[in-house]
């Protein structure tokens, strides 16, 4: 099992602010796969990041894989309030393709 | 439209009656998987599947079973269901090739 453990647990912030959550993990993922998932509904891919190093963007969302593809960040920018949800950040695993997924991050954006 | 479908989306039964959550996806999508979702712990991998008649055990398959007879087929089984199995579960599918999972909306179970 790769244990992945995201920070913080809970955030607060006002509309406008920026915000970063982050994927830690001791394992080596072939994949970094961050969700969004909203209540009563399923996670939602936001984005797949591949390669140690790669940055890719989403409108605000901005994503990063380590450079030894352990650990990962979500960085939003001007966050609104339709930001608001739980994030997931899951690994696939290098030999088993396995995901395994963080505990999550619930965002709130207030107005 | 592509999706991953589940049925039902709310079930309650009782301690020991035999259940089956069905999961279908019509993306013709190898990989298959079901997760459980509980407060704090976050979405735990029951069992998962990487083609046809493959499956294995994730890291929670205790009181589960699943089979893989069909691509886009993968139903979740529970034998004798337990109130400790009361829970939020959700079915994902992803391609080979493409990483990054579909998933369904979602199992509401409550065993009483």
């Known amino acids: 099992t790769q244990l992945l453990e995201q920070s913080p647990q809970f955030l607060s912030i006002q509309e406008g602010e920026n915000l970063t959550v982050y994927c830690n993990s001791s394992s080596v993922f072939s994949s970094l796969q961050w969700y969004r998932q909203e209540p009563g509904e399923g996670p939602v891919l936001l984005v797949t990041v591949v390669t140690g190093g790669e940055v890719k963007k989403l409108k605000r969302l901005t994503f990063q894989f380590g450079d030894a593809r352990k650990d990962s960040s979500l960085h939003i920018t001007a966050a609104q309030p339709g930001d608001t949800g739980l994030y997931l950040c899951?690994?696939?695993?290098?030999?088993?393709?396995?995901?395994?997924f963080g505990a999550g991050t619930t965002v709130t954006v207030r107005a | 439209e592509a999706q991953v479908t589940q049925n039902p989306r709310y079930l309650i039964t009782v301690t020991g009656k035999k259940l089956t959550v069905t999961c279908s996806q019509n993306m013709n999508h190898e990989y298959m998987s079901w997760y459980r979702q509980d407060p704090g712990l976050g979405l735990r991998q029951i069992y998962y599947s990487m083609n046809v008649e493959v499956t294995d055990k994730g890291d929670v398959p205790e009181g589960y079973k699943v089979s893989r007879k069909e691509k886009r087929n993968f139903p979740l089984i529970l034998e004798s269901p337990s109130p400790n199995q009361t829970s939020l579960y959700f079915c994902?599918?992803?391609?080979?090739?493409?990483?990054?999972?579909?998933f369904g909306s979602g199992t509401r179970l409550t065993v009483v």
């Open positions: 994902a599918s992803s391609s080979r090739i493409l990483h990054g999972y579909t």
């Open positions: 899951g690994g696939e695993g290098s030999n088993d393709y396995k995901l395994s």
